[in-house]
């Protein structure tokens, strides 16, 4: 049995700067990273919105550059995934993982992000990173004066489509019903856009291009006629879904399945088990969140082994 300080579970902004400020406080950390670390930002072509990167910067680029800030000072990595937990609280946490690793851990840093829902079709994962994307905030400012698709209709959607008027000729939201299921107010704001078109009661067929997205092909449930609509992007916005599976037999969640933190802390439930990035927060999502999130991970475990 492996004994150690500090796991931190995924990699990712929350995770890598978990590991950065953790091994700088001489925590000696071992990190999980996953068979493909990262999380979602190695699916994004270009981040234009972490601070300190004014031409921007690869999504790729910038995870290998934490990892590598991370390694300098000694954080340890294993590509491997956690698959079985036995968290307590205040003892020793069990990890064991896929490649057979077994573990004991003072303290827990779960980082283990989120994953966005998709359209499921076969053309979506064809046009992923060029024309299709999850993240209007991360993406939208490529699609400057094209028309594009919001795939969804609840809040998150709405946020999207609202956000995506900014840079869009025209914004369509495909929904599958005739009512939305997002909020009166964010409802009426989008309805009343006049870049906004609903098309209601309809589902994406196919999404069409060349080497990026040119249309989309639009089925209506109620008369089955298919329609084609020009754009250059399409936005699934049918929310996220946390990857908290393997924890949730520990840990309070919320009723998406979010890790439930203490007040402005990084303390979940409980004693020495700490939460940071995606996987618990459901507001906002972004690079530069998930990065302060680890960072106040690492703080707080610092201070819990400190005790």
């Not at 896929?98 to 079709?121: F, H, N, Y």
């Not at 064809?126 to 699609?143: L, P």
Request: glycine share 10%.
């Amino acid at each position: 049995m492996q004994q150690e300080n500090l796991v931190i579970i995924g990699s990712g902004p929350a995770g890598w700067t978990a590991g950065i400020y953790a091994a700088r406080a001489n925590l000696n950390p071992l990190l999980l990273a996953g068979l493909m670390p990262g999380g979602l930002l190695m699916q994004t072509s270009e981040v234009e919105n972490f601070p300190g990167f004014p031409k921007g910067i690869n999504g790729f680029e910038l995870m290998d550059n934490m990892q590598q800030q991370a390694e300098r000072f000694q954080t340890r990595v294993e590509y491997d995934v956690a698959e079985v937990v036995r968290l307590t609280d205040g003892g020793k946490h069990y990890i064991k993982t896929a490649g057979g690793l077994e573990i004991e851990a003072k303290a827990v840093i779960i980082s283990t992000g989120a994953s966005p829902r998709w359209l499921g079709i076969p053309s979506e994962a064809k046009y992923r990173n060029h024309g299709v994307s999850a993240c209007a905030t991360c993406d939208g400012a490529f699609y400057k004066d094209v028309p594009v698709i919001v795939v969804g209709g609840g809040d998150s959607a709405m946020e999207e489509a609202l956000f995506l008027t900014r840079f869009a000729s025209k914004v369509y939201v495909v929904h599958r019903r005739h009512e939305l299921r997002a909020s009166r107010i964010m409802a009426e704001r989008a309805m009343q856009h006049p870049k906004i078109e609903f098309v209601w009661d309809s589902v994406v067929d196919e999404i069409t291009g060349d080497d990026s997205v040119r249309a989309v092909r639009v089925k209506n449930l109620l008369t089955n006629d298919l329609r084609e609509i020009p754009c250059e992007g399409v936005f699934a916005a049918l929310g996220h879904v946390p990857n908290t599976e393997l924890f949730k037999e520990y840990l309070p969640l919320d009723e998406k399945g979010y890790i439930v933190l203490s007040g402005a802390t990084s303390h979940t439930g409980l004693k020495g088990v700490f939460a940071a990035g995606d996987c618990a927060d459901p507001h906002y999502r972004q690079a530069i969140t998930a990065a302060a999130m680890g960072c106040r991970a690492a703080i707080d475990a610092e201070r819990y082994l400190a005790e």
